[in-house]
């Protein structure tokens, strides 16, 4: 009888050991596809800007004898955009810096585009510019927001692998610690705009 009492002892503890690892993996692994899936929510709103300027583009293009450089730019810059992917299973300070850069040339292009822009009051008050200028600016909101809720999701997922006993089992079965999103240098401070 004492034996049977050990073997019940020795398997439930077995057992809770089992439970106490396969949940914490798939805890982990949970916290991972959180931060992946929120990744491509980023992708997809920045996709979502880089498909309005194309519109954008030929609604000034089409409108007023524009400034040819300009709008070269912000093709290019799109083009550049769209061309920077970054694995969500590796996300490196290195890769989303890369990723972050490319966007920033295009917003650069954007704006100088609006500064342009300024000089035509036809176009300013052209039904289709005004849409897809309303679109450009909600969609750099739905960025802002998004790009946040990366983070959040980045903060959880670091921090649940960082605490005891995760920290462990992190190591072992090969989660490591993912990078945010960071503002660009010179960020805090407003943009000069002349005309």
Not at 43 to 72: C, H, M
Not at 174 to 193: C, H, I, M, N, T
Request: aromatic letters at 10%.
């Amino acid at each position: 009888m004492k034996t049977w009492v050990k073997v019940l002892i020795v398997v439930g503890v077995l057992f809770l050991l089992y439970r106490m690892f396969a949940g914490t993996y798939n805890n982990m692994v949970l916290k991972n596809e959180d931060v992946v899936k929120q990744w491509a929510q980023v992708e997809n709103v920045y996709q979502r800007r880089a498909d309005l300027i194309p519109n954008l583009v030929n609604t000034v293009k089409g409108y007023a004898d524009f400034e040819k450089s300009t709008l070269t730019e912000v093709i290019e810059a799109r083009a550049k955009a769209t061309q920077v992917t970054v694995d969500p299973n590796n996300l490196s300070s290195e890769q989303i810096q890369k990723f972050q850069n490319a966007q920033g040339e295009l917003s650069s292009a954007l704006g100088r585009l609006m500064v342009v822009v300024e000089r035509y009051p036809d176009l300013k008050a052209n039904q289709n510019f005004l849409e897809l200028q309303a679109q450009l600016e909600g969609t750099e909101n739905r960025i802002a927001v998004e790009r946040n809720k990366f983070n959040e999701t980045t903060q959880t997922y670091n921090t649940y692998i960082k605490t005891f006993p995760q920290t462990m089992l992190a190591g072992m079965f090969g989660f490591a610690e993912k990078s945010y999103f960071e503002s660009q240098a010179g960020a805090d401070k407003a943009p000069e705009v002349k005309f």
